[in-house]
């Protein structure tokens, strides 16, 4: 979840999502080379912006 500035996520995999999220912020290239050598099935669509805590 992200309000204003500050990003939350609860879990193991919901935080690898985050991390994965905050470096696509940057560079979305390097976020999927991170997760492909984390051998970790990632896809930038899956984070939700929805700041209302409500699942997408």
Do not use: F, K
């Not at 999502?17 to 560079?27: E, G, K, N, Q």
């Not at 912006?49 to 997408?56: C, E, V």
């Amino acid at each position: 979840m992200c309000d204003r500035s500050i990003y939350t996520s609860a879990g193991i995999s919901a935080g690898l999502d985050l991390a994965l999220h905050l470096i696509s912020l940057v560079d979305c290239e390097l976020a999927c080379r991170v997760a492909q050598q984390m051998d970790y099935r990632w896809q930038e669509s899956q984070v939700s912006t929805d700041t209302t805590g409500r699942s997408p």
